[in-house]
């Protein structure tokens, strides 16, 4: 199965998303033809999928720098750019504590949950049996933080959204060569 149709399937793409789809285009082709298809919700899943972990994480902390956050929203910023600089599982970890104790419920969080998802074990720490996040959940946490980032003016959601999108859309690439993680 191609890179595109397992993404499509991981994020759960509508069906008239899927449709769209070819296992030869390249990624920013694929996210593209949901955008000009009038698919922005599948646009954005695919989008967050195919984005390597780290440029996903990068991508989520540049659309949050624009706007104005809680302190609870800049702190969950402040670990994913840790991370982002430094994709170090202390990173990771400290992410994944501030998460689970704030809960996920604010663009801080979600971001964190991004980090948090990344890799490594979900698991406490000791635990002899590592729990990996499956690899899809970065992907599924951005997509909640865009949809948050989007939300902070209401009235405006769809534009935002799209704007984020097309923020996005160059770091994918144009052939079908595969990026690196």
């Given at each position: 199965m191609s890179n595109i149709l397992h993404a499509a399937g991981q994020m759960q793409l509508s069906a008239e998303?899927?449709?769209?789809?070819?296992?030869d285009m390249a990624a920013r082709d694929a996210v593209q033809a949901l955008i000009d298809a009038g698919r922005p919700r599948d646009a954005l899943k695919l989008l967050a999928r195919l984005l390597p972990t780290r440029y996903a994480v990068a991508w989520l902390c540049q659309c949050a720098r624009g706007e104005a956050l809680s302190e609870e929203d800049a702190l969950g910023v402040a670990l994913a750019e840790a991370w982002v600089r430094e994709s170090k599982e202390?990173?990771?970890?400290?992410?994944?504590?501030?998460?689970?104790?704030?809960g996920r419920r604010s663009i801080g969080t979600w971001l964190a949950v991004a980090v948090a998802w990344s890799g490594g074990s979900l698991a406490p720490?000791?635990?002899?049996?590592?729990?990996?996040?499956?690899?899809?959940?970065?992907?599924s946490a951005a997509v909640a933080t865009i949809n948050l980032l989007a939300?902070?003016?209401?009235?405006?959601?769809?534009?935002?959204r799209d704007?984020?999108?097309?923020?996005?859309?160059?770091?994918?690439?144009?052939?079908?060569?595969?990026?690196?993680?």
């Open positions: 998303a899927r449709v769209l789809l070819r296992p202390e990173h990771r970890r400290a992410a994944l504590d501030y998460a689970a104790a704030a720490l000791g635990s002899q049996t590592p729990v990996p996040p499956a690899e899809h959940l970065t992907a939300s902070l003016v209401m009235d405006q959601f769809a534009a935002r704007a984020f999108v097309q923020a996005a859309l160059g770091l994918l690439p144009t052939s079908t060569e595969q990026m690196e993680a």
